[in-house]
């Protein structure tokens, strides 16, 4: 990315982050990614303004199944909230420049802390599907990083450091509220790939040797642009399906969207228990 093309991108960031501002008057403190099946947290939001992303400038519009394809900016509790209702993928045909667009511009419009969530394939044998899991770390098999090209010191530094990128006091947090809930609460390392093909059982396999407890197809770039732009991020990964190498059975995509749908309400009421104790 030349000086140019930082120029053009901060130029976007404004005109994106200026025409949210002219739809709402209310500054978002966090921001939330709604994976694949998650989306109905943002129709609980209060007093909410709903912005389809086909509206916006310079977003790109979502296309993935399970993806409402809505910002919406609101009260959750007490949180001045913006609810991604569905995110991009490099799967649709995206950069991850582009995918990771939307987290530029919600630190634009003043959020201070990321959650982020996704459907996953659970590749420990001790969870099961329906689980929900805290992302404690990530490997990168994307391809590719959201960082490539020159950086733009007023964006973020040119080398973030990537230790410590889902805050510990964070999910620390997340523990203690679904204890308090009684919500079965797994962690462990997300393996993040492009898609859109689910994994061979080859590539499984190897997913589990290098240490991976989930797998799937987004949140890596967005978190890293989040850690770049200087955000506090929280990771949690529904486990909608075991992606297993030796099972007999992988599920599909409408298996998949089943789960996320069913597993919804313990969901929503572990994210808003969560927010409700978060300062």
């Known amino acids: 990315m030349s000086n140019n093309q930082n120029n053009d991108l901060r130029e976007k960031i404004k005109q994106s982050a200026d025409f949210i501002n002219s739809k709402c008057s209310l500054s978002p403190q966090i921001g939330l990614i709604l994976g694949s099946g998650l989306g109905e947290l943002g129709d609980e939001v209060q007093d909410k303004v709903i912005i389809p992303y086909k509206e916006i400038p310079n977003f790109p519009v979502s296309t993935a199944p399970g993806h409402a394809g809505n910002l919406v900016i609101g009260k959750l509790g007490d949180k001045n909230v913006v609810v991604m209702q569905g995110r991009f993928h490099t799967y649709e045909g995206y950069s991850q420049h ?116 989930s ?17 506090k991020v929280l990771g949690i990964g529904n486990i909608t399906d075991m992606a297993l190498p030796d099972a007999a059975h992988h599920a599909d995509e409408q298996e998949v969207l089943k789960t996320a749908k069913e597993s919804g309400p313990t969901f929503r009421r572990l994210l808003k228990a969560i927010l409700a104790e978060m300062e």
């Not at 969870?127 to 994307?142: E, P, S, V, Y």
């Not at 919500?183 to 290098?210: D, H, N, W």
């Not at 797998?215 to 978190?223: A, F």
């Open 215 to 231: 797998i799937g197809m987004s949140t890596v770039p967005e978190v890293i642009v989040a850690v770049h732009s200087g955000l």
């Open 98 to 213: 582009q995918t990771t667009f939307p987290i530029r511009v919600m630190k634009a419009i003043g959020i201070h802390t990321l959650i982020v969530t996704c459907a996953t394939g659970g590749l420990n044998r001790n969870f099961k599907a329906g689980d929900l899991m805290i992302i404690l770390d990530h490997i990168n098999f994307t391809g590719s990083n959201p960082l490539i090209g020159a950086n733009d010191p007023e964006l973020g530094p040119r080398f973030p450091v990537m230790f410590n990128a889902y805050k510990k006091d964070l999910c620390n947090l997340a523990h203690k509220v679904a204890l308090k809930e009684g919500i079965r609460l797994q962690e462990g390392v997300y393996f993040g790939i492009t898609g859109p093909v689910f994994c061979t059982p080859a590539e499984l396999r190897m997913a589990i040797k290098s240490g991976a407890d």
